[in-house]
């Protein structure tokens, strides 16, 4: 409970990306919000959504947002389109190599718009 406080009070604004409807199920989509390419992805037919940094720490390129979503034991993860590494989308670890992460950041949909949460892009 204390820790939800912590992370509610560092939410400043949330600054809306798109309509639900621009990212089809089980896809990712690029987002510029606050001058950091942010991907976003939809996983399953509801509206579960992740974002993560777009920036793909081992090829040095802004291509996440175009893997390929899948789970690792339950997990949601995303696999670079260069090397393959996966990243689980919801702390942003690299699953094959334990000391590289992707910032995160949290997103909702709010009626029917996807809002990503800006306090977390210093």
């Known amino acids: ?10 939410i400043t604004n949330w600054v809306d990306v798109c309509h639900l409807s621009a990212i089809k199920p089980n ?12 991907a976003i992805f939809r996983v399953g037919k509801d509206a579960d959504l992740y974002a993560i940094s777009n920036y793909d720490p081992f090829s040095k390129t802004f291509v996440l947002s175009r893997g390929i979503i899948g789970d690792r034991n339950g997990i949601p993860k995303v696999a670079s389109p260069i090397y393959k590494q996966n990243f689980n989308l919801i702390t942003g670890q690299c699953f094959d190599d334990e000391t ?4 995160t950041y949290l997103a909702r949909v709010v009626n029917d718009r996807v809002q990503v949460a800006i306090s977390d892009l210093s």
């Open 27 to 38: 896809t990712g989509v690029c987002a510029l919000v606050e001058n950091q390419q942010i």
């Open 1 to 10: 409970m204390v820790q939800a406080l912590a992370i509610r009070e560092r």
């Open 100 to 103: 590289v992460s992707v910032p």
